[in-house]
């Protein structure tokens, strides 16, 4: 296919980061060079600005750090020493070594991919990849690192899909709540849509242990101690119920379980008890209580940090069940949003092809990576792991025991990238890949309802190639029937031949528009008559199918497995709940090789409040050591009076080898999963701070 340069000098792409926003990009192409990128002013969601990550998206695409040629390794794992090698050489070697494994005793469930998003496009994230591995035979991953509990738990609520309000009716709020979202930062987009909320008269509400950007501008902070959610919102429903605030008539007409609930809260949750749980006042909770349900509509804007801890899923099903409580999703922009991927109905399944893999085949979690390679979970050791779109090394947790992992020499390792990564390192063969202006994508988003067309702009540098590419070569080399890999174009009609969502959506109609809104009505209320998309055709505040699955079947507190209230021998060792969010600067660790980012975002820090600093002798500046039984890194003291004391937050995520002492935050963070999806614990994570000199660990860390 030739590049959009050969007609125009201005291109329309789309923004591949893992972000809500999904932005619309127009990239001006001189001599076949990208010399401009900006936001699509036409694009009503972008509406012309771009998040400073991708403002200097062309010094990514043009860095002289890019990896151009397939690699060899010829240092020891870890060292980074590599040799140029052929693509033919390549392919051969990836292919020989993977037709050797699967025909060994251990079978080519001893191969494991590995990936998440750092494309978000459908062909270049979850397209051939899945179709290969499926007819490989290979293990399968459970992508769970991100979203998976919050995701099942507002689906036990809500209904099989993640819908909720539409973004852009937002401005019609009244009262608008962030809770565990650092929208400034992760969702800039939808913030701009706040404000104009805000400019109509609505007050912004930010719920957080942290007091984020987001929370500086809000009008009002709460901070609960981490993972205390759950509680917060029980108390909240105490307090409405209490004080007779409910939608009667929303309750009777649209809700499962709701005397049952009334019951629980009432028995369970009174505002003491809450306030002992969460550090939240009785005078707090009382006037959000009163506030939320009497300020209509409000919104409740869910993310996804305030799942990442044991109890996660649950505190995201409690959450959900509040707008229906108080009748919020009768108004457009009222309710709740924690994404909108639930509308898109592309047809995943024509794409991915998950009838190719055999049954029975295993499937392992990608957050208990470190224990896939020490050969601790059921089926055969893995004996070969290809990466692509992901940097494990620095973002899986528990990341000592990762590394270990990586270092084996018995370990084939293939790693498909744009840089030289933490994981690149440890790689045999390194395929160098393309950027999102190299290759041609398919878009939905969680942000918004636009389906978009990436075009691509430029040819691509050096010898990189697309996933597709790759994976249509590895195909022809092991032999596998040509029909199933066929060209771009083919899969995107493949993926639009879905459901209602994105019918009438052609191909070609987004060659020429880039953009698309499905079909959602203008101003969408999608649960104003309480009907949702559960079993019971109603929100369910009782839900039988969690019942089934094993869980408590109404909503409750679930605490987190290393929090101080039910841990207190693990407290007296590491006495401080260590959060590790993104920096504005990055994301994930995407972007924290650019010199250009980490001149922004400074050395690595650890904000802790000044009695927890004061106690330990710390001050401003000064590095010090934060470890637990894990691992340890190092960072320095921020008295930002951004956190409140036994908490702490150091924002990351730096790559290990350009982090002081080698490791970031994730050499403290557990593996250990939450109660819904198996999803990461990032959040849920004990710690010492220590100063650097004369730091005492046990004899194990």
Known sequence: MATAETTANVVKCVCPLDCPDT?????????????????????????????????RYLDRVYSPDRLLEPLRRVGRKGEGRFERISWDDALATIADRFAVIAASSAGAQAILPYSYYGTMGKL?????DRRFFHRLGASKLDRTICASAGGAGYEYTMGRGR?????????????????????????SHLWS??????????????????????????????????????ALALGLMHVIWRDGLEDQAYLANGVVG???????????????????????DVKTLTTLAHRLALEQPSLIRLNYGLQRHHGG?????????????????RYPGG????????AYDFAADRLARPDLAPPGTRTINMNQLGEALAGELPGPPVKALYVYNSNPAAVAPNQAKVLRGLERDDLFVVVHEQFATDTVDYADIVLPATTQLEHVDLHGSYGHHHVMYNTPAIAPRGQARSNSAVFRGLALRMGFEAELFPDDETLMREALAGGPGVRGITLERLQESGSIRLSIPRDDAPFAGGVFPTPSGKCEFYSERMKIDGFDPLPCYTPPHEDPQTRPELAKRYPIQLLSPPRSQFLNSTFANSERHRRGAGDPTIELAAEDAHARG??????????????????????????????????????????????????????????????????DNLVQVSPLPNAKFDEHT
């Open 163 to 187: 819908l909720g309000a539409d973004p852009m009716a937002v401005p019609h709020c009244r009262f608008i709540v962030n809770w565990g979202s650092n929208t400034v930062h992760t969702n």
């Open 335 to 342: 309710g709740a949003l924690l994404s909108t991927s639930g």
């Open 23 to 55: 932005c619309s990009m127009l990239v001006t192409v001189e001599g076949g060079r990208a010399v401009a990128l900006k936001g699509d002013p036409d694009h009503e969601f972008t509406r012309g600005f771009l998040c400073q990550k991708m403002a």
């Open 258 to 280: 709701a005397e049952l609930l009334r019951e629980r809260v009432r028995a369970e949750y009174a505002p003491d008890r809450v306030a002992a749980i969460t550090g939240v």
């Open 124 to 128: 270049q994230s979850s397209g051939l």
């Open 313 to 329: 899923g649950m505190a995201v099903r409690t959450i959900a069940c509040l707008p229906a409580l108080y009748g919020a999703w």
């Open 193 to 230: 849509l706040m404000i104009e909320a805000r400019k109509n008269g609505a007050a912004l509400v930010c719920i957080d242990p942290y007091k984020s950007p987001t929370a500086l501008r809000s009008d009002w902070h709460i901070q609960p101690r981490p993972g205390t959610d759950a």
């Open 618 to 683: 710390l001050a401003e500046g000064e590095w010090v050591l934060v470890h637990n039984d894990r691992g340890r890194f190092q960072a320095r003291v921020a008295l930002t009076g951004n956190v409140r004391p036994g908490v702490a937050v150091a924002p990351g995520l730096y790559w290990n080898k350009l982090a002081p002492g080698g490791s970031n935050a994730n050499s403290t963070t557990p593996s250990a999963l939450t109660d819904f999806a198996g999803g990461a614990t990032f959040f």
